[in-house]
């Protein structure tokens, strides 16, 4: 059984900064892609930017571009999503995401198999 799990969320002003996290258990993965994703009250849920588990390719949203990182550590099972420049426009439930079909990442939700419960980023301006 595959577990992810969110951890990082809380509350900031705008211009701050906050590191998410996402571990992974159940399953050592090799040629996936992972991704984060946030949903805001009554919208859908969106991309945000995702990475190959190997090689490390990264892509991001246009409105996170510049602001956000993310990252993984494969020793660690673990990916993570640097957020500088917090906007109130960043306010969500994060999701982590993974994709075992894909070695490249794609923007689709419904193309990743395994999800986290979420954690919420609050942003005030």
């Known amino acids: 059984q595959v577990q992810l799990v969110e951890s990082g969320g809380g509350l900031r002003q705008a211009g701050d900064s906050l590191r998410l996290s996402c571990a992974v258990s159940?399953?050592?993965?090799?040629?996936?892609?992972m991704g984060w994703f946030r949903q805001a009250p009554g919208k859908a849920r969106e991309f945000v930017a995702g990475?190959?588990?190997?090689?490390?390719?990264?892509r991001y949203a246009d409105s996170v571009k510049g602001r956000f990182t993310i990252s993984r550590d494969t020793a660690k099972n673990t990916m993570y999503l640097q957020m500088n420049s917090l906007k109130p426009e960043d306010t969500a439930v994060y999701y982590c995401?993974?994709?075992?079909?894909?070695?490249?990442?794609?923007?689709?939700?419904?193309?990743?198999?395994?999800w986290g419960q979420g954690t919420q980023v609050t942003v005030s301006s």
């Open positions: 159940g399953r050592t993965f090799s040629s996936v892609a």
């Open positions: 990475i190959s588990w190997i090689g490390a390719n990264t």
């Open positions: 995401a993974v994709d075992v079909s894909r070695t490249v990442v794609v923007t689709q939700p419904g193309a990743y198999n395994y």
